[in-house]
């Protein structure tokens, strides 16, 4: 396949204002003009594509073939900003769309409405390696030799996977104290070189676009907009689960918000050239101790406008949280986020699907964390935000209760094993399972069985 034409698929900054457009093969990640963000658009009309949906998972019979294997790249012709010979894949994707009745049952929805979409089967152990494979698959065509992130753990892993299998440098910025070592663990395995910054991710986040700038490194965080190109196929992986028929609702945790601007970017696609025919809901959960969007979007009223977002009122949320020196702190490692780089886009993801935003607490968190555990599949516990958000949903007429309704699980849950321990050994919740000390005596064992 040729490289795509600036006409088949260019950068563009979503201010629409400057709407600067920039070709593929630049590596950006912020608009040289105005500083916004960017975005990979199409020219839909001049890209082949199948006619249905449907058709993507006929690839799944050519499992020989890596492009096809992969849950990101058979979805390519949706995503086609840079050619086949550049395209890194490690078989990521491989994803499950589980229909859960007994949580379903204990929430009170009806059988067959309540899906877990869990991305902790990807080769990192999180949703991330959607993005990576196409970050990745970027930098290889325009000639990258070192890569960057600042993270809470699971973009480190995923980063330092992919810049291994690339034969890319890889730099972790990491804020002290501030990780998960079942994911740092993996950055350390996978050869990339940490660095620990006496801050929290916020910081960690400015400092590396300040060095990748500098030093011309290639960022991988979700600023740049081609790793949210591949995590629009967590999507179309949904919609295929559900035999390509559209949810009534997708609730996805917040964080940095690269997950809900890129669903909110597939499903306007897919609408735009006519695969589907609605958009589902969208509601992003926070942590209260992290809630940025939750108090810009529901206290402040800070909205999408057609893309003139009121810039004043993120400055004055922002000058007040340095003012009063606040630092995010959540047992959700994964979206303990204060500045999320992605705010704008979410906003826009939410105005596409007629969004909604919560912010759950650590308890709530823990708590929803040990009963999906408990009802099929373990997940981190930013993850576990979504069904602590869902309560909140339902009891509040929200989500309906016969509602078909997909929650995205983001990562395994040995990313944060320290946390799923210490909740049930030290009996943090009502759905605690704490291990039963008893004597090396064989009665006394059979009394606990």
């Known amino acids: 396949?040729?490289?795509?034409?600036?006409?088949?698929?260019?950068?563009?900054?979503?201010?629409?204002?400057?709407?600067?457009?920039?070709?593929?093969?630049?590596?950006?990640?912020?608009?040289?003009?105005?500083?916004?963000?960017?975005?990979?658009?199409?020219?839909?009309?001049?890209?082949?594509?199948?006619?249905?949906?449907?058709?993507?998972?006929?690839?799944?019979?050519?499992?020989?073939?890596?492009?096809?294997?992969?849950?990101?790249?058979?979805?390519?012709?949706?995503?086609?900003?840079?050619?086949?010979?550049?395209?890194?894949?490690?078989?990521?994707?491989q994803t499950l769309l589980e229909r859960n009745d007994r949580l379903a049952s204990q929430l009170g929805i009806k059988?067959?409405?309540?899906?877990?979409?869990?991305?902790?089967?990807?080769?990192?152990?999180?949703?991330?390696?959607?993005?990576?494979?196409?970050?990745?698959?970027?930098?290889?065509?325009?000639?990258?030799?070192?890569?960057?992130?600042?993270?809470t753990g699971n973009t480190s892993a995923s980063m330092s996977l992919y810049a291994h299998a690339c034969g890319l440098k890889c730099t972790v910025f990491i804020g002290s104290g501030r990780i998960a070592f079942g994911k740092l663990s993996q950055a350390m395995d996978y050869g990339g070189h940490t660095i620990q910054i006496r801050g929290d991710f916020d910081d960690c986040m400015r400092q590396v676009q300040a060095v990748c700038a500098r030093e011309g490194i290639y960022l991988v965080n979700s600023l740049n907009p081609f790793r949210l190109e591949g995590q629009k196929t967590i999507m179309y992986r949904v919609l295929e689960g559900l035999g390509w028929e559209v949810p009534d609702w997708i609730i996805v945790p917040g964080g940095n918000l690269g997950n809900s601007s890129a669903f909110g970017k597939a499903f306007a696609e897919l609408r735009r050239v006519g695969l589907i025919d609605r958009v589902p809901r969208?509601?992003?959960?926070?942590?209260?101790?992290?809630?940025?969007?939750?108090?810009?979007?529901?206290?402040?009223?800070?909205?999408?406008?057609?893309?003139?977002?009121?810039?004043?009122?993120?400055?004055?949320?922002?000058?007040?949280?340095?003012?009063?020196?606040?630092?995010?702190?959540?047992?959700?490692?994964?979206?303990?986020?204060?500045?999320?780089?992605?705010?704008?886009?979410?906003?826009?993801?939410?105005?596409?699907?007629?969004?909604?935003?919560?912010?759950?607490?650590?308890?709530?968190?823990?708590?929803?964390?040990?009963?999906?555990?408990?009802?099929?599949?373990?997940?981190?516990?930013?993850?576990?935000?979504?069904?602590?958000g869902l309560k909140h949903l339902l009891a509040d007429g929200v989500v309906g209760r016969d509602e078909r309704v997909v929650c995205v699980l983001t990562g395994h849950p040995l990313k944060d094993p320290n946390v799923t321990v210490e909740y049930h050994r030290d009996r943090k919740g009502a759905f605690s399972n704490p291990p039963v000390e008893v004597p090396n005596d064989l009665e006394q064992i059979i009394r606990h069985l």
């Open 1 to 93: 396949m040729a490289m795509p034409s600036r006409e088949t698929a260019w950068q563009e900054c979503i201010n629409p204002d400057c709407r600067a457009q920039f070709e593929c093969a630049r590596a950006l990640f912020k608009c040289p003009q105005c500083g916004d963000l960017l975005d990979i658009r199409y020219d839909w009309d001049r890209i082949a594509r199948p006619s249905r949906l449907s058709a993507f998972a006929d690839r799944w019979a050519r499992r020989d073939q890596p492009l096809d294997f992969s849950g990101v790249w058979r979805f390519r012709e949706l995503l086609d900003f840079c050619p086949d010979a550049c395209k890194v894949t490690l078989g990521e994707g």
């Open 111 to 151: 059988p067959g409405r309540l899906f877990l979409q869990y991305e902790g089967l990807n080769p990192s152990g999180s949703f991330k390696d959607n993005g990576m494979t196409a970050a990745f698959s970027h930098a290889c065509m325009v000639g990258a030799r070192s890569s960057a992130c600042a993270s």
């Open 282 to 388: 969208l509601a992003v959960v926070n942590a209260t101790g992290a809630n940025t969007l939750t108090q810009l979007f529901n206290e402040r009223g800070l909205r999408w406008n057609d893309g003139r977002v009121d810039q004043a009122v993120i400055d004055a949320y922002y000058d007040d949280l340095t003012q009063r020196g606040f630092s995010p702190h959540t047992c959700a490692s994964a979206i303990e986020i204060s500045r999320p780089v992605n705010l704008k886009k979410c906003l826009r993801a939410l105005d596409i699907c007629n969004g909604v935003v919560l912010a759950v607490r650590d308890e709530e968190i823990l708590d929803a964390k040990a009963q999906i555990g408990a009802t099929g599949l373990g997940c981190e516990p930013a993850s576990a935000a979504t069904i602590a």
